[in-house]
């Protein structure tokens, strides 16, 4: 399991809140991953399109940027 958790914003840095994320895989999340609907994440799916990351020190500071995929 990945071991960083993010907050997750929608279209920008500064966009909508979405939730915290920690992605279920061995690697951390970065452009173009695919973030699962049943991880906490309201509406989905998502797409990693920027994203800000420290490490286990300035976790509030962990942040992904997502995309609405359309199905």
Avoid: C, F
Wanted: aromatic share 6%; charged share 20%.
């Amino acid at each position: 399991m990945g071991r960083l958790t993010y907050d997750v914003r929608l279209s920008s840095l500064s966009g909508e809140l979405l939730g915290t994320y920690r992605h279920p895989g061995p690697d951390e999340p970065n452009v173009g991953t695919l973030l699962s609907v049943g991880e906490g994440l309201a509406g989905g799916p998502w797409r990693v399109s920027d994203y800000v990351q420290t490490d286990d020190s300035a976790p509030a500071k962990n942040v992904l940027v997502v995309e609405p995929i359309e199905t």
